[in-house]
């Protein structure tokens, strides 16, 4: 298992393993047409290239055996600030790991990983949404100290999912 920084070369793969994790984990719960546009907006290689070459968001990778299986990343400023008094939030905008790789452990390092750049980073706070039906999500985050702070809504083409806003204070 490698964890490594996010390169432009890995845009495309980067960006079908957050859309196959989405997918996965939720692509049941839509229309194909809301789904199909929330993919094309987010999980698009191109979108994926900028968040990399940007400055606003950072990520870690998880590889195993050459293949991207899970994904961390970090988002400063956070679309979440004025939920929060934190002077200086960064959002954990994504969590992602293919089925088959959760349960053992990757999940823990890549938070490790976001918590460290965090603090060295300066930031007095973690935000991140979480589903309001994905209990295991909310129970992993719980065990590092995220508690909710907010009701919110998370877009997938022209469906709104019940979201909770939670915030770790550092």
Partial sequence: MILRPA??????????LGADSFVAAFGHLYRPEDLAAFLAEVHDPAAVLAEIEGADCTHRLVEHDGT????CKLRHPTKFGEHTDAARP???AQLYALPGHTGAG???QLMDWALATTRAGGHDAV?????????GAQRFYQRYGFAKIADITFKVGNHLDPEYLYELKL
């Fill in 90 to 92: 960064i959002e954990l």
């Fill in 7 to 16: 390169t432009p070369a890995d845009a495309a793969p980067l960006a079908k």
């Fill in 68 to 71: 991207l299986v899970a994904f």
């Fill in 106 to 108: 990757i999940g823990a």
């Fill in 127 to 135: 935000l991140l949404s979480v589903y309001a039906e994905n209990f």
